[in-house]
């Protein structure tokens, strides 16, 4: 747990770090957020994380007076103070504090921000891929602008507890037609018998465009490994070869169960441990 938090210009010590009870990012969930992994002491991908950052901005109208470059230095410096090596940065920014209302509050009120960081064990994720995850399926409850990474996350939150119970570590989430959209808290991909990748389109408006997924289609092109990118049913994952999941926390995370289905042989694949172990290879990786 991060023990320094920086919060509205102030870094703070965890316990003391507080926002406003009336802040629209607590009572409305009027704000978006974004997940930096941090390697070594640098952050990763970090131009594309607040890139999207600021889309998300954009598409909720929230204006904010920092540049990218003045986010860069506080994560930067949230990194320097919790002393993470490896691990995960979090950015929140909502539209502020303001008298309980649906309508937007005057210009003048200012975004809060909030960033925090903490430490993950690499080796851990790495046991963890060796053995894969399962997941399971069930209907996407989300609403429909998946794009913006925002922090109404109850669907996600209702969707990974479900997989909890069911001793599942993700669940894929399924579409009125049958067809995967992708995990609660991740992209979604499977390998057929051709040694293809497949994955969900961003732009049918259905996932978030995931900072992982783009690298990782980086990567399928330098490697010059066949990948589509189209809708999938819940059918043809189960007959996949492979199957994986990609996000900061986790990069590329065999799966080798979906609801009762074995995928393959039941233990993760030669492709999936491949493009986890390339992935940082093209990964854009950040000065100290």
Sequence with gaps: MSRIVYVNGRYEKHA???IHVEDRGFQLADSIYEVCEVLEGRLVDEARHLGRLARSLDEININIRHSQKSLGHIMREIIRRNRVSNGLVYLQIT????????IFPCPDIRPTIVCSAHSISRS??????????????MADQRWKRVDIKTTQLLPAV???????EAGAYEAWLVDGAGMIT???ASNAWIIDGDATLITR???DGAILRGVTRSVLIELAARENISLVERAFSVGEAKAAVEAFITGASRLVMPVVQ?????IG????????????RLFHSVSEISSP
């Design 124 to 137: 851990k994720n790495d046991a963890l891929a060796r053995r894969g995850i399962s997941v399971i399926t």
């Design 258 to 262: 979906i609801d009762d289905a074995l």
């Design 265 to 276: 042989e039941g233990t993760p694949g030669d492709f999936s441990l491949k493009l986890r």
């Design 16 to 18: 003391r770090a507080s």
């Design 201 to 203: 389109p961003c732009e």
């Design 182 to 184: 992708e995990g609660a």
């Design 95 to 102: 539209r502020g504090a303001a008298s309980r209302d649906f």
């Design 158 to 164: 209702l969707a990974r507890q479900a997989a909890r």
